[in-house]
């Protein structure tokens, strides 16, 4: 290695050599130098502090740190031929429970790394905990003893000084790199780093009351103290709200200086016509928030705007007047959905909501009436073809699709909106592409989520949108009733679920009733139609070790699927009554098909997937039972039972599960049937998840820029990031005179990019 700096975009392998620099990244992903010290410590021991050794489970991978309580061998009888072997057996101890660390030998009796392990001696041991004899116990863990803890222990200098220092750092380790190879590797880069300069403008760092940046790395690694610490980690928060929101403000200010057709209202177009021809009143948030958006398509950059508001809440039709206002003002709007279904749907209501304003050319229709297109994957050649012209002559001024409207081949006369339903269905290149449709000018954007985000969540993954809220639900709406049903341990009550089915049907109301999985058994990896927690995840139990999700293990049955359980109910419990299945992988028309005659009334039960988790809207549908309730994420089941008590009947939906009681499961469950709302359900939702996993799918198989700063704990730093960020980028916007704070939004971008174009 050349002697000299290191710095932090110096790549591991330089740094560190191959060997070790491979295994980083292969490992956790770590590239470079500033990867590393990023790979922050998961806690820290403090001397004589042991490990509580009653909460180890089998299959953790653990550093404990504890005493040496009794050191034996167990040697096996010896057979002809063959030396010594048998085990040794070290029982440590944190003073309550004990933990045996187990060693296997050959040959040589008590190896040389053994003799330190003396009674009384204190050290750190690192292994996966497993059970042998109803005793938990490290096989070959590493070890690695305290100096001074033992009198006339044979530690070496070098050691004595790593532990000098009165906090230890345990890093996130697995059995391949262990929390001390971590901590060897970061106090090599540390010993010649130079961090560079800060990204954080002098006068911010005055104003919080903020170490150095080169400080903060060194500490929290090292820490004196405590204080030291939470110093450390204060800073490093700051860094990571700060460069985020740094380059969020970036964006906005961009996006504003692109030019936009103004679309400003036209009086006694079509959009006065519609609003004339509704059948119910706004409410006043309805009308608030389309007066926002008014404005903003009146303006000369373009909109991105993000609606959110609860299932039911009416987005839609502000979706169809805003669309209406860019129609009248001479341009296209499109509305883009996640599903082939929802888009159908959006198609049949937003043509009957239109009415004769619908019909352009037709006979009856209204003099300004435009023409509504429906681009999906499974709409006919010939029927394609006139709706691509329709789109390209401008003479359907509302087009309606899935992601076949990114296709190439559709061509807008002039897209003045792109309204996107359900974002978080989307993939970002979608988005871009479907914006990148726009000639000259950039669209007006308009996101609508039914998921309520948190504000700083908001503020963070959705940074670069302006958001409005619908907080009411429109008059006469009915309440939504959740219980929980426990089926494994209540057979009767499962019963009683499926009479009330029968009763609903009985009152000429209809049901759902939805499945984790498809179940074709032809199908192998792919039968899901995306429930949140399936076979191979941790079924919402934080802490279940090595992956491995209890229960799964040990023959945990399969999740349940739509075509046995429409089967079962067909022949058994809902015998006579009107059945149809829905999911992912029918045929498009077939899909269509279904959701017309369940929408008409002429089905009373349809048994599915998720696809209809999002938007689907029957107002005759009162009870949804959910099968394997707890397979599904919370904001995932609010957002399904919102699919009933659309109407003025009350909803009722019935949460089945096998999970036992006070597991963490159940609690999940117990919390989405206590609450409606659903901002409650979207921060416990947020919890119960990694940060990774808050912003986005984009994020998947990635490394999370934020690692320390807290989403829902962090809030008023994140606010208070948000107005210093764009305070300094509205008066430096290249951040020519920043370009610390430049090179860390780049290196925040090379990560990053994907999530960032959210818009
Ligand atoms: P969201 O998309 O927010 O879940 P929708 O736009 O689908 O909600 O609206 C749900 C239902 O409520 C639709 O049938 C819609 O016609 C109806 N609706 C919307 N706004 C009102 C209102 N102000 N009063 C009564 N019904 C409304
Ligand atoms: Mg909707």
Known sequence: MLPGVTTLSEPLIRALGAKNGKALETTFGLRTVGDLLRHYPRRYYTRGELTDLASLRDGDHVTVLARVESI?????????????????????????????????????????????????????FAGTVSTFRRQRQLVHPECELLPGAQPGSDVTAELAAEFVAEMLPVYPASAKFSSWSLAKAVKTVLGTLDAGEDPLPAELRERYGLVGRAEAIQAIHKPLDQADLVRARKRLKWDEAFTLQAALAQRRLAAAALPAMPRPPVPDGIADDFDAALPFTLTAGQVAVGETIAVDLACAYPMHRLLQGEVGSGKTVIAVRAMLQVVDAGGQAALLAPTEVLAQQHYRSVSDMLGPLARRGQLGSAEHATGVA???????????????????????????GTHALLEEQVQFADLGLVVIDEQHRFGVEQRDALRAKAADNRPHVLVMTATPIPRTVAMTVYGDLETSTLTELPAGRSA??????????????????WERVREEVGHHRQAYVVCPRIGDSAATGDDTDGTEYSEGDDLGDQDSPGGLPRGVAEGRRQPLAVLDVAAALEAGPLAGLRLAILHGRLHPEEKDRVMREFSAGRLDVLV????????????????????????????????????????????????????????PARERLDAVAATLDGFALSRLDLQQRREGDVLGAAQA??????????????????????????????????LAGHPALRAAIDDLLGVQAEYLDKT
Not at 375 to 400: E, K, N, P, Q, Y
Not at 480 to 497: M, N, S, W, Y
Not at 633 to 660: F, I, K, N
């Open 72 to 124: 034996r061998d167990h040697p096996l009888p010896s057979l002809p031929g063959q030396g010594r072997r048998g085990r040794t057996e070290v029982v440590v101890t944190d003073e309550r429970a004990k933990l045996v660390l187990t060693f296997f030998f050959k040959g040589n009796f008590r190896p040389g790394y053994l003799r330190p392990l003396v009674p009384g001696s204190l050290g750190m």
């Open 374 to 400: 429906l681009l999906t994957g499974s709409v006919g050649a010939a029927a394609r073809r006139a709706a691509l012209a329709d789109v390209f002559t401008g003479d359907a001024g509302i087009v309606i």
């Open 480 to 497: 939504i009733a959740t219980h929980v049903v426990p089926a494994a341990d209540k057979p009767r009550f499962l019963e009683r679920a």
């Open 608 to 663: 599915a997937t998720t696809v209809i988790e999002v938007g689907v809207d029957v107002p005759n549908a009162t009870v949804m039972v959910i099968m394997d309730a707890e397979r599904y994420g919370v904001s995932q089941l609010h957002q399904l039972r919102g699919r009933v008590g659309r109407g003025s009947a009350a909803g009722l939906c019935l949460l089945v599960t096998e999970a036992p009681p006070a597991s």
């Open 701 to 734: 198989g990635r490394q999370s820029s934020l690692r320390l700063l807290r989403l829902l704990d962090d809030e008023d730093l994140i606010r208070q990031a948000r107005e210093d960020a764009t305070a300094v980028v509205a008066g430096d916007p290249d």
